[in-house]
């Protein structure tokens, strides 16, 4: 859930006496005059006696409006800044968002925050991290905010998604064919805070990681024959049985056994379990998956 800004411009509003001086939204050109700074409180919460504020500070193109009055502006996240009772604690993300301006019109980075979850004594936010150069990836950071504690964790990216449900983190991960899922949690160590695979929650066959796919149900583009292995993993591993089926055929891909949890896309070793006509079997590889109907995406 992304958080608009309704919140921060009220607080805004009632509270301009509170923001320091180092952060107001004054304009300030660049000599070259092409660009010009500017901050925006996003994010304020109170925890019993502490309030915190979170600042985002841009670098916009200051474009020329003579010909065109209505042009738009256009802004890139450079960091964020956080407050603690008025007083500047840190920044941070300054080295991976930081662009160079002579690219600032083809290109930039935003960044969205929302609460995972929030009471009297903590509150974790997630920092979703827009790049307009790399589609198909996540990459999030998390901060943890207590009355007298802040913690930061690294940045984590995913091939998919993060996705909340009831204040706890999972994946979402995609293997080149489907989306599979992944049980994420965080641990803390050394004043920082870690979002890591729980592989305690991953079933497991011999060395390989078993994965539930995400909506598994596809339909064959043509009519065909397919051998599957009936257990890769058993006493006969070289054992198979055919299965036919045609397009009204409906084909469920139930799991995936890979090596690597993290490295689970299809330049690996994997297997991918599926029920057909009742039957339930093994394939591997990706013109096996084509044949029952997937395909393969960014």
Not at 179 to 206: A, V
Request: net charge negative; aromatic share 12%.
């Amino acid at each position: 859930m992304k958080l608009t800004s309704i919140f921060a411009m009220i607080f805004m509003l009632f509270s301009c006496s509170d923001t320091p001086e180092a952060v107001r939204t004054d304009i300030s050109f660049t000599d070259d005059g092409e660009f010009y700074e500017k901050t925006q409180l996003i994010y304020s919460v109170r925890i019993k006696n502490t309030n915190y504020q979170l600042y985002e500070n841009l670098v916009c193109v200051a474009h020329d409006t003579t010909n065109n009055p209505t042009h738009t502006e256009s802004c890139s996240t450079e960091s964020l800044s956080l407050y603690k009772n008025g007083i500047f604690q840190t920044d941070f993300l300054n080295d991976v968002l930081s662009i160079d301006r002579n690219f600032l019109i083809e290109s930039s980075n935003s960044v969205y925050v929302s609460e995972i979850r929030s009471d009297e004594k903590m509150t974790l936010l997630q920092f979703d991290l827009d790049f307009t150069s790399a589609p198909g990836f996540q990459m999030v950071l998390f901060l943890q905010l207590q009355e007298h504690t802040i913690m930061q964790s690294d940045i984590c990216q995913i091939a998919g998604s993060f996705i909340t449900e009831n204040g706890e983190i999972k994946g979402e991960g995609w293997a080149g064919y489907f989306g599979y899922e992944l049980p994420f949690n965080f641990t803390e160590r050394s004043d920082m805070l870690h979002l890591e695979l729980d592989t305690l929650k991953i079933p497991r066959i011999n060395d390989f990681y078993i994965l539930k796919i995400k909506d598994g149900a596809k339909f064959p583009p043509n009519a065909c024959e397919l051998d599957i292995i009936i257990d890769p993993f058993g006493d006969t591993p070289l054992a198979t049985k055919t299965v036919t089926f045609d397009p009204n055929t409906e084909v469920t891909l139930l799991v995936m056994a890979v090596e690597d949890p993290i490295q689970s896309d299809f330049y690996f070793k994997n297997w991918v379990k599926i029920r057909v006509s009742g039957q339930e079997g093994w394939i591997e590889g990706g013109a096996d998956l084509i044949k029952i109907g997937c395909y393969a995406a960014g």
